[in-house]
């Protein structure tokens, strides 16, 4: 992974910027998945034992995921939008 990502920003004239927002916003996206897997099993009681998640943690937890989705759909949608030359704001 490194060597690949040291060979796309070794490109002559790309433009670094837009590589650092594409990496940010990849990242962006794949953070729900790995919010989900980890509200799963910090929730398993075999995995956890007695420090597994109460009810007030789960709460948070699915909030915070579900903030993180929202904020995922916003960024898709403004994505989208400014690729049909549409500007939010």
Known sequence: MLVA???????????????????QNL???????????????VNDERLMGRHRNG?????????????VVLLDVVLLAVTVLGAFGVSIG
């Open 55 to 67: 009810w007030r943690a789960n709460v948070i937890a699915w909030v915070s995921v579900g903030l």
């Open 27 to 41: 990242q962006g996206l794949l953070l729900p998945i790995v919010l989900i897997f980890m509200v799963v099993l």
């Open 5 to 23: 990502g040291a060979v796309i920003v070794l490109l002559p004239g790309l433009d670094l910027f837009a590589v650092i927002l594409a990496s």
